[in-house]
């Protein structure tokens, strides 16, 4: 057999050693991988796999290097020509493949042609268990690293603003802190945009490796149904988990509602997140249950909020004052836990019943944004500081890039927001609709390749919310925008036409909503937010909500 020679950055390594050397942080990863060893010297004729040397861990056959392991994923779509097609490409180079495929099911007899692997291949019905602390594991194995303490954030609304506003509150406490999520990876002020809100396996691995390097002490991150539910974020070393709400979406990929709540339960159990401690969940949603029994099943610390002083939440906000600027709330609650921000994370207690009432100012736009903050406070507070310190911190938060976001100009208020779910969309609305004198506008629309039947639940959302409705392109990806607006029209009345324009061209509808209305207006940009592109036929053009809204008002004279 060659042997591999490498930089010490990039040194051989076999997955014996990884298992002799196996660490707490990875307590899965040993009866896995003792278990794959074991099925391995059953089927590659007398070459042990646990002692052939490799390099790196790749999921993409693509970038398979001399003596790396390429692990084979099952397809969500469950290609098998192209699965077969991944397997031979790798198979030239890899020092041996996992498959998570069985074989036999990639070729036409059932037979594998041993003549076309030049590695051995073995099947690991289960990888997705435990890849990622394998992945860790090879990560760690070249360059020891403590990984930063995680904050995971779970819903259909709020993860972005949420794990935004938890780094910056860490950070302004001296903390070095960084997020991963739909706005894009990083440190904060220096995000990467990233294709997925939950990458695969390696890039979130790499990822939380990469932030451990660069020292950060806090990883606020977004855990999307479809990261939790294939299993991307395994492996991940989650201390706090947070659940927002439960609204319609993503259902052209989950079965129905259930399955895609327990998708999002899974944060909450311990068996796949041991370093798991507390559960933060609102128990103003319908799904709240879901998750509540979940983490009491995992004896986790579960804190709850709400903005109903009726409910026997942990956190609760009282005395809400909404305006343009802000907000002002009375936060009410029964923790009493002390600051141990300067020392470090660590797991606080509720402590004494004291009934604690702080006011908060905080800068942020909007009524749901109050749950959010209330969600922020408790992840605050379970990573050890104490709530008079968050208090005196929270008007220093900015909200998150596109998510009710003003832009600025001499009249009138223009917000771009986010919001892609009938829920979310119906919540912004509201909570402008209180500081609207004149008319309230929604510019939206549907992206496309997504649950159809979402789109005129959309329109309806905006209609019932809004006074007057301009329905045009999303990311209408490879489907007909005009065949998606036609969707979003279903069930509209005679009555509701009147007041709705529908411009396909996204630039062109945000120009008309900026020369139509009137100074004491309010119009909301939905769907896109931080987005800074328009995705058509598999391209991404330049597209910013914010920047061609700037323009628009610029050419109105508004700016």
């Given at each position: 057999?060659?042997?591999?020679?490498?930089?010490?950055?990039?040194?051989?390594?076999?997955?014996?050693?990884?298992?002799?050397?196996?660490?707490?942080?990875?307590?899965?990863?040993?009866?896995?991988?003792?278990?794959?060893?074991?099925?391995?010297?059953?089927?590659?004729?007398?070459?042990?796999?646990?002692?052939?040397?490799?390099?790196?861990?790749?999921?993409?056959?693509?970038?398979?290097?001399?003596?790396?392991?390429?692990?084979?994923?099952?397809?969500?779509?469950?290609?098998?020509?192209?699965?077969?097609?991944?397997?031979?490409?790798?198979?030239?180079?890899?020092?041996?493949?996992?498959?998570?495929?069985?074989?036999?099911?990639?070729?036409?007899?059932?037979?594998?042609?041993?003549?076309?692997?030049?590695?051995?291949?073995?099947?690991?019905?289960?990888?997705?268990?435990?890849?990622?602390?394998?992945?860790?594991?090879?990560?760690?194995?070249?360059?020891?690293?403590?990984?930063?303490?995680?904050?995971?954030?779970?819903?259909?609304?709020?993860?972005?603003?949420?794990?935004?506003?938890?780094?910056?509150?860490?950070?302004?406490?001296?903390?070095?802190?960084?997020?991963?999520?739909?706005?894009?990876?990083?440190?904060?002020?220096?995000?990467?945009?990233?294709s997925h809100t939950?990458?695969?396996?390696?890039?979130?691995?790499?990822?939380?490796?990469?932030?451990?390097?660069?020292?950060?002490?806090?990883?606020?991150?977004?855990?999307?149904?479809?990261?939790?539910?294939?299993?991307?974020?395994?492996?991940?070393?989650?201390?706090?988990?947070?659940?927002?709400?439960?609204?319609?979406?993503?259902?052209?990929?989950?079965?129905?509602?259930?399955?895609?709540?327990?998708?999002?339960?899974?944060?909450?159990?311990?068996?796949?997140?041991?370093?798991?401690?507390?559960?933060?969940?609102?128990?103003?949603?319908?799904?709240?249950q879901v998750m509540?029994?979940?983490?009491?099943?995992?004896?986790?610390?579960?804190?709850?909020?709400?903005?109903?002083?009726?409910?026997?939440?942990?956190?609760?906000?009282?005395?809400?004052?909404?305006?343009?600027?802000?907000?002002?709330?009375?936060?009410?609650?029964?923790?009493?836990?002390?600051?141990?921000?300067?020392?470090?994370?660590?797991?606080?207690?509720?402590?004494?019943?004291?009934?604690?009432?702080?006011?908060?100012?905080?800068?942020?736009?909007?009524?749901?944004?109050?749950?959010?903050?209330?969600?922020?406070?408790?992840?605050?507070?379970?990573?050890?500081?104490?709530?008079?310190?968050?208090?005196?911190?929270?008007?220093?938060?900015?909200?998150?890039?596109?998510?009710?976001?003003?832009?600025?100009?001499?009249?009138?208020?223009?917000?771009?927001?986010?919001?892609?779910?009938?829920?979310?969309?119906?919540?912004?609305?509201?909570?402008?609709?209180?500081?609207?004198?004149?008319?309230?506008?929604?510019?939206?629309?549907?992206?496309?390749?997504?649950?159809?039947?979402?789109?005129?639940?959309?329109?309806?959302?905006?209609?019932?919310?809004?006074?007057?409705?301009?329905?045009?392109?999303?990311?209408?990806?490879?489907?007909?925008?005009?065949?998606?607006?036609?969707?979003?029209?279903?069930?509209?009345?005679?009555?509701?036409?009147?007041r709705t324009h529908?411009?396909?061209?996204?630039?062109?509808?945000?120009?008309?909503?900026?020369?139509?209305?009137?100074?004491?207006?309010?119009?909301?940009?939905?769907?896109?937010?931080?987005?800074?592109?328009?995705?058509?036929?598999?391209?991404?053009?330049?597209?910013?909500?914010?920047?061609?809204?700037?323009?628009?008002?610029?050419?109105?004279?508004?700016?």
């Open positions: 057999m060659t042997t591999l020679t490498s930089s010490p950055s990039t040194a051989a390594v076999t997955l014996q050693q990884l298992l002799a050397r196996g660490d707490r942080q990875h307590s899965l990863l040993q009866p896995s991988l003792t278990a794959l060893l074991a099925a391995a010297d059953n089927t590659s004729e007398g070459i042990s796999v646990a002692h052939i040397p490799f390099a790196q861990i790749r999921l993409d056959s693509r970038h398979v290097a001399a003596h790396d392991v390429f692990v084979l994923l099952k397809s969500q779509a469950g290609h098998c020509q192209k699965s077969r097609d991944y397997l031979l490409q790798a198979a030239s180079q890899a020092a041996f493949i996992l498959s998570e495929i069985d074989p036999s099911d990639l070729f036409d007899d059932g037979q594998l042609p041993e003549d076309m692997l030049s590695c051995p291949l073995i099947y690991t019905p289960h990888i997705r268990d435990f890849l990622g602390s394998l992945i860790q594991a090879r990560l760690q194995y070249q360059q020891p690293s403590r990984l930063p303490t995680v904050v995971a954030v779970t819903g259909t609304n709020g993860k972005t603003t949420i794990s935004q506003l938890v780094a910056q509150l860490t950070q302004l406490t001296g903390m070095s802190s960084a997020v991963m999520g739909t706005a894009g990876n990083g440190r904060l002020g220096a995000l990467v945009q990233a939950t990458g695969d396996a390696l890039d979130v691995q790499q990822f939380v490796y990469q932030m451990a390097l660069e020292k950060a002490e806090i990883l606020a991150l977004e855990a999307s149904s479809h990261g939790l539910d294939q299993q991307r974020l395994q492996g991940v070393p989650i201390s706090v988990a947070i659940y927002t709400n439960l609204s319609r979406d993503h259902l052209d990929y989950h079965a129905d509602m259930a399955a895609y709540a327990a998708a999002k339960a899974r944060l909450f159990d311990k068996t796949h997140f041991p370093s798991l401690t507390h559960a933060i969940i609102n128990i103003d949603d319908e799904y709240a509540l029994d979940m983490a009491h099943a995992s004896g986790l610390t579960v804190w709850t909020y709400s903005l109903d002083a009726s409910k026997p939440a942990t956190f609760v906000a009282t005395d809400i004052t909404p305006s343009l600027e802000g907000v002002e709330i009375t936060l009410q609650t029964d923790f009493a836990g002390g600051d141990t921000a300067d020392k470090g994370t660590g797991d606080t207690d509720p402590g004494h019943k004291e009934g604690h009432r702080i006011n908060i100012v905080s800068p942020l736009l909007g009524r749901f944004n109050v749950a959010n903050l209330l969600a922020a406070i408790a992840a605050a507070a379970a990573l050890g500081m104490s709530l008079e310190r968050i208090a005196k911190l929270v008007p220093q938060l900015q909200g998150a890039v596109g998510r009710m976001q003003r832009v600025a100009s001499r009249d009138g208020c223009f917000i771009v927001d986010y919001a892609h779910t009938p829920d979310a969309l119906s919540q912004v609305l509201a909570s402008l609709r209180t500081h609207c004198e004149g008319q309230l506008w929604a510019v939206f629309g549907c992206g496309g390749d997504r649950d159809a039947g979402k789109r005129p639940l959309m329109a309806q959302a905006g209609l019932a919310g809004a006074d007057r409705v301009i329905l045009t392109a999303d990311n209408p990806r490879t489907e007909d925008p005009e065949a998606i607006l036609q969707d979003m029209q279903a069930g509209m009345s005679t009555a509701q036409y009147q529908i411009e396909p061209a996204r630039q062109a509808a945000i120009e008309y909503a900026v020369m139509q209305a009137a100074p004491n207006d309010i119009v909301v940009i939905a769907g896109k937010g931080h987005e800074t592109y328009q995705e058509i036929n598999h391209v991404r053009y330049d597209f910013d909500d914010s920047v061609v809204l700037q323009q628009a008002l610029q050419k109105a004279g508004r700016r």
